[in-house]
């Protein structure tokens, strides 16, 4: 198997050119990646845009429907700029129905019911996509590592969004039962977000410098940054291990 010794640095592979000289090991796990992560951001602009937007009643949070929902439209055009740079066309993904887009496929975006799963979206499956953009922000391939800085700029405030929706509900005794019954559900799910412990594709983008952590690696410290968040407002995470559909 092809590998260097030691993890590529960040922004080590510059652009386009370089890219067509790495080995096809590297850019095979380098488009994966990127169509992944383009596709996850088109079917977050529909989440914006085709479900929490028909959740509320209220204009001022109809406009940030609109408004997010725009945002994680330019995400996803500037992985399809990323990736058409290196000849890989992805633009028939927009289009596709959200069902029917099977790279990003997890029921924490595409099953939100409720506007306080609306919040937890926010609050906790935007941080753990943010977790992973921020590995983004160390590839080797720089274009990958330019593109990270504005989309962690617009997910900071997408997550505190989420945030300030959880914590107005738990303001009431009854809207904090309400959101602990939701958050007891979608923790698990978020944490199998970040894939199987001994996924071989994660210790390979490591070794190429795609990421600095293996899945289980970044589960976890997405798990201890967040648990203390969620304590502050009275709320409580299961057990990591509860109810994975795989670790
Ligand atoms: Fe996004
Ligand atoms: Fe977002």
Same mark, same amino acid.
């Given at each position: 198997?092809?590998?260097?010794?030691?993890?590529?640095?960040?922004?080590?592979?510059?652009?386009?050119?370089?890219?067509?000289?790495?080995?096809?090991?590297?850019?095979?796990?380098?488009?994966?990646?990127?169509?992944?992560?383009?596709?996850?951001?088109?079917?977050?602009? #529909?989440?914006?845009?085709?479900?929490?937007?028909?959740?509320?009643?209220?204009?001022?949070?109809?406009?940030?429907?609109?408004?997010?929902?725009?945002?994680?439209?330019?995400?996803?055009?500037?992985?399809?700029?990323?990736?058409?740079?290196?000849?890989? #066309?992805?633009?028939?993904?927009?289009?596709? #129905?959200?069902?029917?887009?099977?790279?990003?496929?997890?029921?924490?975006?595409?099953?939100?019911?409720?506007?306080?799963?609306?919040?937890?979206?926010?609050?906790?499956?935007?941080?753990?996509?943010?977790?992973?953009?921020?590995?983004?922000?160390?590839?080797?391939?720089?274009?990958?590592?330019?593109?990270?800085?504005?989309?962690?700029?617009?997910?900071?405030?997408?997550?505190?969004?989420?945030?300030?929706?959880?914590?107005?509900?738990?303001?009431?005794?009854?809207?904090?039962?309400?959101?602990?019954?939701?958050?007891?559900?979608?923790?698990?799910?978020?944490?199998?977000?970040?894939?199987?412990?001994?996924?071989?594709?994660?210790?390979?983008?490591?070794?190429?410098?795609?990421?600095?952590?293996?899945?289980?690696?970044?589960?976890?410290?997405?798990?201890?940054?967040?648990?203390?968040?969620?304590?502050?407002?009275?709320?409580?995470?299961? #057990?990591?291990?509860?109810?994975?559909?795989?670790?």
């Amino acid at each position: 198997m092809n590998s260097y010794p030691e993890p590529l640095t960040p922004n080590s592979v510059v652009g386009p050119d370089e890219f067509f000289r790495m080995p096809d090991e590297y850019k095979a796990l380098l488009v994966h990646q990127m169509k992944v992560h383009t596709e996850g951001e088109a079917t977050g602009a #529909d989440d914006y845009a085709k479900i929490f937007y028909h959740l509320t009643k209220d204009p001022y949070e109809k406009m940030l429907c609109c408004k997010l929902a725009a945002e994680e439209m330019n995400h996803h055009i500037m992985g399809v700029e990323v990736l058409k740079a290196i000849d890989v #066309d992805v633009s028939y993904m927009a289009h596709l #129905d959200m069902q029917d887009r099977k790279l990003f496929d997890t029921e924490v975006v595409k099953r939100i019911d409720t506007w306080t799963e609306r919040g937890f979206f926010g609050f906790l499956s935007e941080a753990a996509a943010y977790a992973q953009i921020e590995e983004f922000g160390h590839s080797s391939y720089k274009p990958i590592s330019e593109m990270a800085a504005s989309i962690l700029r617009d997910e900071k405030g997408h997550i505190a969004h989420g945030f300030r929706i959880i914590r107005d509900l738990c303001k009431t005794e009854e809207g904090k039962a309400e959101a602990q019954a939701a958050l007891t559900r979608m923790w698990p799910a978020t944490l199998d977000l970040f894939g199987r412990s001994d996924s071989k594709r994660s210790a390979a983008y490591v070794r190429w410098g795609l990421r600095r952590l293996r899945n289980g690696d970044a589960r976890q410290r997405y798990a201890e940054r967040t648990r203390p968040k969620l304590e502050k407002l009275g709320l409580h995470a299961p #057990d990591n291990m509860a109810n994975r559909k795989f670790v």
